[in-house]
Antibody, heavy 120, light 108 residues
Framework: QVTLKESGPVLVKPTETLTLTCTVS??????????VSWIRQPPGKALEWLAH???????SYRTSLRTRLTISKDTSRSQVVLTMTNMDPLDTATYFC????????????WGQGILVTVSS | SYVLTQPPSVSVAPGQTARITCGGD??????VHWYQQKPGQAPVVVIY???DRPSAIPDRFSGSNSGPSATLTISGVEAGDEADYYC???????????FGGGTKLTVL
């Protein structure tokens, strides 16, 4: 049974750094076919891809957020971590992690999401 | 950057056919994936690789892509199909995942 679960703070202050952890089970982060993506969704708005990490530790970041994002994986802990620096109220959103196939980057399993609010 | 364009809303009566389009530059050569998202829930893939359907998804859902738009077709629409639908592609040039703006399907 494949599951992904996001964890981290639900409230951060402006300018702080957000660290989110995606803990996966039912598949290996050492798979040569799959990786993990982070996607966010501001309240009432569309899905927005942020970053992914694929086999061979290949990483990609949303261009507009490239300087603020870091994605990493810890295969021993079955975790993928996303950090976002200099948080702003506009970063308030539900953050999802999802398993992504290396071929054409579609996601078959998603975490439940975590709502992160940025407010002083 | 690559942009996917979806109609904001589509309305259909129960039992009728809903068609949701997804437009993009040369989308006809891309593999398109579709997700259904109900309020307060994570997205669920309903179509991947343009026309493949996960086993848990009813065969009322189908996908096509002949350019200039890809289309998600839902036949015999049911009240439970009411949701937001997103198309998604991979832009190989930028190695970015691109989502459309989403379409709200209303079942009248």
């Amino acid at each position: 049974q494949v599951t992904l679960k996001e964890s981290g703070p639900v409230l951060v202050k402006p300018t702080e750094t957000l660290t989110l952890t995606c803990t996966v089970s039912g598949f290996s982060l050492m798979s040569d076919r799959m990786g993990v993506s982070w996607i966010r969704q501001p309240p009432g708005k569309a899905l927005e891809w942020l970053a992914h990490v694929l086999p061979d530790d290949k990483k990609s970041y949303r261009t507009s957020l490239r300087t603020r994002l870091t994605i990493s994986k810890d295969t021993s802990r079955s975790q993928v971590v996303l950090t976002m620096t200099n948080m702003d109220p506009l970063d308030t959103a539900t953050y999802f992690c999802a398993r992504v196939y290396k071929r054409q980057l579609w996601s078959d399993y998603w975490g439940q999401g975590i709502l992160v609010t940025v407010s002083s | 950057s690559y942009v996917l364009t979806q109609p904001p809303s589509v309305s259909v009566a129960p039992g009728q056919t809903a068609r949701i389009t997804c437009g993009g530059d040369n989308i006809g050569i891309k593999s398109v994936h579709w997700y259904q998202q109900k309020p307060g829930q994570a997205p669920v893939v309903v179509i991947y690789y343009t026309g493949d359907r996960p086993s848990a998804i009813p065969d009322r859902f189908s996908g096509s892509n002949s350019g200039p738009s890809a289309t998600l077709t839902i036949s015999g629409v049911e009240a439970g199909d009411e949701a937001d639908y997103y198309c998604q592609v991979w832009d190989s040039t930028s190695d970015h995942v691109i989502f459309g703006g989403g379409t709200k399907l209303t079942v009248l």
